[in-house]
């Protein structure tokens, strides 16, 4: 997968796109702010978010007036690097540049630790102070180069991070410690033995270096849903062509092509059986591990297990296009998204750094008119402690690596959550309205009762609809063998049903409301009768008189009356919505156990009726699956999409379930409260830790306790305290959802 990647399409005649891109360099919350502010001062980025954890930026830009390299530019300049390479990575490549990126770090560790050791030793042992300045250069200058590579690009730019901190108390302790070095009669002569601290700056360093390999170490586990989403992909396919079978690269497959699949292998890309039947396992997207029966004519989806037939089939969808390649992008998208609760931690450490600055300034000032001999030592060991333990890491990865695993966790059980703030909404859900039909229930109904010699007019108009029940009732004709009469001037009413001529004179079908718009008299009582049996019926006229009625019902679906009354118990008022008439609704309601109705909605009313429910106060989730349910699910504060629902409805909605299981509803949101619970955990102690340990480091455990906080120890703790945070996300991969 390369560096940067389209997320969202163009639009026709829209030349702004939307990129992600790997950024290198960052290691706390304000190298993100200062990226961010950076990139939104190009003239044609409309947006720009920054996530620390995944080391990545989204940006949104008019390509026409931004290039990439640009961006790159605007990222360079205040000391970081964004990648822009076109060129194509595949799993390997990024793992062996991580793996050397460790290794790197983890050589620069060892030295820094070992010469940093040697210098304490040589300290007791009498190593003179030369050999130790020796020592401590390639620790100070190559070692910490990288903290000095992020620190003069930002300082040029008036601003700073968290390698500024570093590289201001480091470069003060080594500048000190090397003045004494060289300068020994100096220092006497103000009336302070000449004493370096070269094992400050060494150990210092070295421990940092210590904590960012750990940091990198168990961040790779927060985006373990990404690798093995990749993992699942095939790498070659069995194209068929004239007649002869040859294994080609993935990447090569072009749609339209025909290729074979035999049992136990992979399929490798989208599309439609061209011959054969087999039985596919699809849990990989589904989360069913039942495996399901295909034959000709039907879809399969690439990276799913073929488990006994063979077959071919004709491509359809590859490359980015595929479903799996869809649910990765999403995955990625949500993964570098910024929550609402994040930002808050972001502006805080853009103040942070530059207060510890002047926290530190006056440390230094405070202790060295009012401290004790040797004053000057006092000062500068405690100032550089306190710009040591003042690190903004751990205030930076509270909120994006918990965002990064419980977005994976949803990814790998079928729940594509699009980006953290929906993910944070989640939990505040009070109110969830189901669409019915396709949603609650299956969307494939069955003509159950016809009245009248109407069903040949009846398919013939719907045989030019989309609808549902359309479908049910020209499969019912199908089925009689009942030959379709030509219909023109064919119109559907959204909402009531269609019209259409046949032989000349205008026929209707449709439900209750378009009867009475036409002022048709129809049966009460046989069309309360089906309406009690939860059916749906469909009445057609002519000429203002009734012909006949046509009942359809849907099936409810398997995991409707479990994932209802799972979101009751959670304290969740739960409506459904649909345009069947009151009866008909409550018929199927009852079935599920939903107690409010929202009958003979519109499509167009669908909306409203979110906003309604959101002027009142209520945080309003909506569940649905058809291009009609699209205004309803982008008005909710969380809009949840089947995925077996139209793209329109994927596209608008927040949450998509890929395993089609209404089940997944409470668990996403509980596992939206588990994410909010280990972000806020995180939060206190990134938090909680500045609040104490910097007033510590100024020496305020000094006058009662005599206690100061060596740098070192500050370094160490610095460095656990983004570990820790870290390793608390990572624990949320054993919550239970």
């Known amino acids: 997968m390369s560096t940067g990647f389209f997320l969202e399409r163009r639009k026709k005649g829209m030349p702004e796109i939307k990129k992600i891109f790997l950024v290198k360099g960052m290691h706390c919350a304000s190298c993100v702010r200062v990226i961010e502010k950076s990139l939104s001062k190009v003239p044609g980025v409309s947006a720009a978010t920054v996530n620390l954890a995944s080391e990545k930026a989204s940006i949104t830009y008019d390509s026409l007036k931004v290039k990439d390299q640009d961006l790159a530019a605007a990222v360079s300049n205040v000391g970081y690097r964004l990648m822009i390479e076109p060129k194509e990575q595949d799993e390997d490549q990024q793992r062996k540049e991580k793996q050397k990126q460790l290794q790197d770090l983890r050589n620069k560790v060892i030295v820094s630790l070992l010469l940093g050791s040697i210098i304490i030793v040589g300290g007791f042992l009498g190593m003179p102070f030369w050999m130790q300045l020796i020592l401590a250069i390639p620790v100070q200058f190559w070692a910490g180069l990288e903290f000095y590579r992020a620190t003069i690009p930002a300082l040029k730019h008036r601003t700073a ?20 070095t060289l300068f020994p009669q100096i220092i006497k002569n103000i009336g302070i033995e000449p004493m370096p601290y070269f094992d400050v700056s060494t150990i210092i360093i070295g421990l940092i270096l210590l904590g960012r390999f750990f940091e990198a170490r168990a961040k790779a586990g927060t985006s373990e849903a990404i690798k093995r989403l ?37 399929i490798p890309v989208d599309g439609e059986i061209f011959e054969g039947e087999s039985s596919i396992d699809e849990s990989m997207v589904t989360g069913e591990s039942i495996p399901v029966d295909k034959a000709k004519g039907d879809k399969v989806v690439g990276a799913t297990f073929n488990k006994t037939g063979t077959f071919t089939f004709k491509a359809t969808k590859v490359g980015s296009d595929t479903l799996l390649s869809q649910i990765i992008k999403l995955v990625e998208e ?5 929550a609402p609760i994040q930002r808050l931690a972001d ?62 966790i949803g990814a790998n059980k079928g729940i594509l959550i699009k980006d953290a703030e929906s993910l944070e909404t989640a939990h505040k859900i009070d109110t969830i309205i189901f669409d019915k039909t396709g949603t609650l229930t299956y969307g494939k109904p069955l003509v159950t009762d016809v009245v009248g010699d109407v069903l040949q007019l009846a398919a013939s108009l719907e045989k030019g609809s989309e609808h549902s029940l359309a479908e049910a009732i020209v499969k019912k004709a199908e089925e009689e063998k009942i030959k379709f009469l030509t219909v023109t001037g064919f119109k559907a009413i959204p909402g009531y049903g269609v019209e259409g001529k046949i032989g000349g004179k205008m026929v209707v079908l449709g439900n209750r409301r378009l009867m009475e718009r036409e002022k048709i008299k129809i049966d009460e009582q046989e069309v309360e009768k089906l309406e009690q049996m939860g059916k749906t019926v469909m009445m057609l006229a002519h000429n203002n008189k009734l012909l006949g009625l046509i009942a359809v019902a849907d099936t409810v679906k398997d995991s409707a009356k479990e994932a209802v009354g799972s979101l009751q118990k959670m304290g969740i008022e739960v409506i459904m919505i649909t345009g069947d008439n009151q009866r008909t609704a409550n018929a199927i309601a009852g079935k599920v156990g939903i107690k409010r109705v929202l009958a003979e909605v519109l499509p167009d009313q669908k909306e409203k009726e979110v906003r309604k429910l959101q002027d009142a106060g209520k945080k309003v989730a909506f569940v649905g699956d058809g291009i009609n349910d699209a205004p309803a699910l982008a008005a909710a504060s969380v809009g949840i999409a089947m995925g077996s629902g139209t793209d329109v409805a994927i596209e608008a909605g927040n949450i998509t379930l890929v395993n089609k299981d209404l089940r997944s509803i409470a668990a996403a949101i509980n596992l939206s409260k588990k994410t909010m619970r280990t972000i806020k955990l995180n939060l206190f102690w990134a938090f909680g830790y500045n609040i104490i340990l910097i007033p510590v480091a100024m020496g305020i455990l000094y006058i009662p306790l005599h206690i100061l906080l060596n740098p070192i120890l500050a370094s160490a703790a610095m460095a656990m305290s983004s570990i820790s945070v870290v390793s608390n996300s990572l624990l949320l991969k054993k919550a239970k959802i």
């Open 161 to 180: 991070n968290m390698d500024t901190l570093v590289v201001i108390g480091t470069t003060v302790a080594f500048s000190y410690s090397a003045f004494v």
């Open 230 to 266: 990749i993992g699942l992909q095939a790498k070659t396919a069995r194209v068929v062509k004239n007649g002869k079978e040859s294994d080609i690269p993935i990447t090569e497959v072009a749609v339209g092509m025909v290729i074979r699949v035999r049992p136990g292998e992979k």
């Open 334 to 338: 949500a993964q570098s998204s910024k």
């Open 347 to 408: 502006l805080i450490s853009s103040y942070f750094v530059p207060v510890v600055i002047m926290l530190a300034i006056i440390t230094f000032v405070i202790w060295y008119i009012f401290g004790p001999n040797p004053a000057l030592l006092f000062a500068i060991l405690n100032m550089v402690a306190v710009l040591i333990i003042a690190c903004p890491c751990a205030m930076g990865l509270a909120t994006p690596t918990a965002i990064m695993v419980g977005t994976g």
